[in-house]
């Protein structure tokens, strides 16, 4: 779902090339996420910081990472949430109740989480247990397409008046895919917009980290 999804968005990197996934998981857009923690980890090595933790993932020469095998490097560490993280099955996250309405308060927004449990529910009502109350059963509803899109900035970044984004994505984050803020920045960029993208070494899920580098961002931008 994820690759065909991606793919349909023509996503470019600076020389034009086409950003694509195949059906499992490889292509250039994954080489493009490898480049990214690539420059990373080398920002970080010119900075006498420790990157050994994740010396397995890497190919180092000369004191400089050449290579990234993104499988090792994703493997590394724990993970905080675990499949489906947002879309919960029984609608029970934050993300459920941000697509819900004045009628049902959490809601269903991806049509995967959404047929997993409809099966179960199909499957409960054809058994006939109606009475069983070991058994819960969640009947679950879809939200409404118009507010799956409104939730969606892809399908607006290409109006946006905005010029300048700056756009920052932890090297460790564990609680969001770097594919996402990739494909925000790289959209974003395909659009027209001036973007400074880049996954900080060491960092996880969080902000306020370099605020003198936002900072002088800023100063570069409005002083112009």
Not at 47 to 72: H, M, P, Q, R, Y
Not at 174 to 180: E, G, R, V, W
Request: no cysteine.
């Amino acid at each position: 779902m994820f690759p065909s999804y991606l793919n349909n968005l023509k996503l470019k990197d600076d020389k034009g090339n086409l950003l694509t996934l195949d059906k499992n998981g490889n292509g250039t857009f994954k080489s493009y996420l490898s480049l990214i923690i690539k420059n990373s980890a080398n920002k970080a090595l010119a900075e006498g910081k420790d990157i050994s933790e994740f010396k397995k993932a890497f190919t180092i020469e000369n004191d400089k990472v050449i290579a990234v095998d993104l499988d090792v490097y994703t493997h590394i560490g724990d993970r905080m949430k675990s499949p489906p993280a947002f879309d919960s099955l029984d609608a029970s996250s934050g993300e459920n109740n941000l697509f819900g309405d004045k009628r049902t308060d959490n809601k269903n927004f991806t049509k995967f989480s959404f047929d997993i449990v409809n099966k179960e529910a199909i499957e409960y009502y054809q058994k006939g247990k109606f009475n069983d109350k070991s058994i819960k059963v969640v009947i679950p509803k879809m939200a409404d397409k118009n507010i799956i899109k409104m939730m969606n900035p892809m399908n607006y970044l290409d109006n946006t008046p905005t010029k300048y984004w700056r756009i920052r994505h932890g090297a460790i984050d564990k609680d969001t895919s770097l594919a996402i803020p990739a494909i925000l920045a790289i959209k974003l960029k395909n659009s027209g917009k001036v973007v400074d993208f880049a996954s900080p070494w060491g960092q996880g899920h969080g902000g306020d980290y370099d605020l003198d580098e936002l900072f002088n961002w800023i100063d570069t931008i409005v002083n112009k």
